[in-house]
Every structure is written in C-alpha cells, then in structure tokens.
C-alpha cells in the first residue's frame, strides 16, 4: 500500500507545469469570452444557425490563440509551419465538437445560445490544453529573459 506522500508525490504538478497551466488559462478565458459573446451575437443579433455561429467565432479567433500559446503559454521554439498544421489539425477536431455543442444544446436541449456556448467554453479547453501541451507544441521552452 502506497503512503500519502507517496501519492501526492505522484499527483504533484511542478512549478513549471503549473505556471503553464496559469497562463494556458489566462489565454484561454480571454479566448473563452470572446467566444460566447461572439458566438451568441452571430446566433441571436445575425440569425446564424447555432453551429455556424459556434464555427464563425471559433475560427475568428484560431490566429490570435495559435500565437498567444505558441509564444506564452508554452514557449515553442519548433519550427512554424509544424506546429500550425498540427495547431489546426486540432482545433478542426475541436471545431466540429463545438459546432455540434452548438446546435444539440439549442435545438435538442432547449438551451440558449449563452449556455451552449458556455459549455462549448468549459469542455473545449481541457482537451485543448492536454493535446497542445503533448503534442501540438512538444514542451521545448524558450529561455526566460
């Protein structure tokens, strides 16, 4: 039987890791805002349907997210064009999550734009964080200055 040190030994997140987190989540509910005010405008003010506005302003903010975590939150020095293709490779998979959130939150749930948003702003991010951190930017930090 393993003792409480060591399991919290095995459950503890360095320094590093942790500031990561911190700023992967500073980004991401910047991002996260912007995506459900977005979304929500372009459903209930432009009469988009649920999943289109959900990928309009998921999309809009692609560019923006890929250079903020790039260069903050995990402080990729690996080549450009690698880390952009895998970028999108990415959030298409994410992109068509979102898109279906969307729309069976509004039209099978019965949900308003803001709370299928809002769940698409939640559940995003946690898968996001993971597949960018593993694979998307594989961890070659840049120098502090």
Do not use: C
Not at 29 to 50: F, K
Not at 60 to 76: E, G, I, M, Q, Y
């Amino acid at each position: 039987m393993r003792t409480a040190r060591e399991i919290t030994d095995t459950l503890a997140v360095s320094d590093k890791t942790y500031a990561q987190v911190i700023r992967f989540a500073i980004i991401g509910a910047i991002s996260s805002g912007l995506y459900v005010v977005l979304a929500s405008v372009l459903a209930d003010a432009v009469g988009l349907r649920p999943g289109l506005a959900g990928a309009a302003a998921y999309i809009s903010l692609l560019p923006v997210n890929f250079l903020a975590h790039k260069r903050t939150t995990f402080r990729s020095r690996q080549p450009f064009l690698q880390e952009v293709k895998r970028f999108l490779s990415l959030h298409g998979a994410t992109l068509v999550v979102s898109s279906a959130v969307m729309e069976i939150g509004m039209t099978l749930m019965g949900w308003s734009s803001w709370a299928s948003a809002l769940a698409v702003a939640v559940l995003a991010p946690a898968i996001n964080f993971l597949a960018m951190r593993y694979w998307v930017f594989r961890h070659t930090p840049m120098t502090s200055a």
